[in-house]
């Protein structure tokens, strides 16, 4: 039997922020973990609308911990429904999410550990992953459009993409031509197709959202995980196993993959059995977006070539080296004949 479980049985607890992401977490891992408890307080009130009675209600009815768009479940939705496609963030800073579990379990041991040994000055534990278990944002970035390929979400705006650069230049080039340029293109389209425009009032909320993380997600952050080591040594293995903060067993990919699930099935509430045809929509997007590409590039070539011998050199040479390369290798394919 698990220490900090027996612990917190018979025990009268009160939770403050219940409501909110954490507050949940820990409610629904102590009915869990510690299922004689004496009873659990919250502290809750009246909002949007809703009495608390309604509030406490809806809580104890959400079957998944994914039910707000705040935060990185509003970046995930918006990068796996091709909104978002680039971000101002140092590529190789380390992107130090934290999966919400792995806090509350650590919360659980605290006030387990400092009820019963009781330290004589008050010990702050930071629960980060950058000094144990680094992923940049880099590689975050990749793992997920690795995930997104897997389970992709339905009826995507445009291809999933997850461009970093801490480059302001590059930045703003971006927000013009990634996000910007196609909402504009789309409100035409709905004006015309006598709809209300929404997507750039939706664009510019995502990207004055994102904006505020900027100053996070260009600096790498140093935090001291000593006394949360420490916590870790205290406890014994079935603790360890039960109420696990050890970020060095997790894995990033494994995480992310669980983690669009959740978002895709109780946020988005997405049928599981649509992820072949979303592909599909995938691929028929990529088609789109090669497509594009090459005729953008063709007209400009083009253009340029209309007013500049320099390019037309070029081009010659390209077109005259080819012929010749494919000239020579239908002979030598007739010789081997
Ligand atoms: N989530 C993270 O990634 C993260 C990371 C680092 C630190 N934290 C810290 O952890 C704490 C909880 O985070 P969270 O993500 O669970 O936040 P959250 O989802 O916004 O929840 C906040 C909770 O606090 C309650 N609350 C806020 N103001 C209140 C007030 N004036 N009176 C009574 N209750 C009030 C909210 O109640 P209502 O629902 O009624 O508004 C809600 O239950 C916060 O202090 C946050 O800064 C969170």
């Not at 990749?142 to 389970?151: H, N, P, S, Y």
């Amino acid at each position: 039997m698990s220490t900090i479980a027996a612990f917190y049985g018979g025990k009268s607890i009160l939770i403050t922020g219940a409501t909110g992401f954490l507050g949940k977490v820990l409610m629904e891992k102590l009915f869990r973990t510690s299922p004689d408890l004496k009873v659990i307080y919250i502290l809750v009130r009246p909002k949007a609308g809703q009495t608390l009675q309604q509030r406490v209600f809806q809580i104890l009815d959400s079957k998944g911990w994914v039910d707000n768009i705040n935060g990185p479940n509003g970046i995930i939705i918006a990068t796996g429904k091709g909104f978002l496609r680039a971000i101002k963030a140092t590529p190789m800073a380390v992107a130090d999410v934290i999966p919400v579990d792995t806090v509350v379990n650590l919360m659980l041991a605290v006030g387990w550990y400092t009820a019963v040994h009781r330290p004589k000055s008050t010990l702050v534990y930071h629960i980060t992953s950058g000094n144990m278990n680094p992923c940049n944002w880099h590689k975050m970035g990749v793992q997920v459009l690795a995930t997104f390929e897997k389970i992709p979400f339905e009826r995507p705006f445009r291809r999933p993409n997850a461009n970093f650069t801490s480059n302001s230049f590059t930045s703003q080039y971006w927000n013009a031509v990634s996000h910007r340029a196609p909402a504009i293109i789309y409100d035409c389209y709905l004006r015309l197709t006598g709809r209300k425009p929404r997507m750039t009032k939706l664009m510019n909320r995502l990207l004055r959202t994102v904006s505020m993380l900027e100053y996070f997600i260009n600096r790498s952050w140093e935090w001291s995980t000593y006394n949360t080591e420490m916590l870790m040594s205290e406890l014994s293995p079935e603790d360890q196993r039960v109420f696990n903060f050890d970020v060095r067993q997790l894995n990033w990919l494994e995480y992310i993959e669980n983690y669009v699930l959740g978002v895709k099935k109780y946020l988005l509430k997405e049928d599981m059995a649509g992820i072949p045809k979303a592909k599909q929509r995938l691929k028929r997007l990529r088609n789109i977006h090669y497509l594009f590409n090459t005729a953008l590039f063709l007209i400009a070539w083009r253009l340029l070539i209309a007013r500049s011998q320099m390019a037309r050199n070029v081009w010659f040479f390209i077109v005259s080296f080819c012929y010749k390369f494919l000239s020579y290798f239908r002979a030598s394919s007739t010789l081997k004949v």
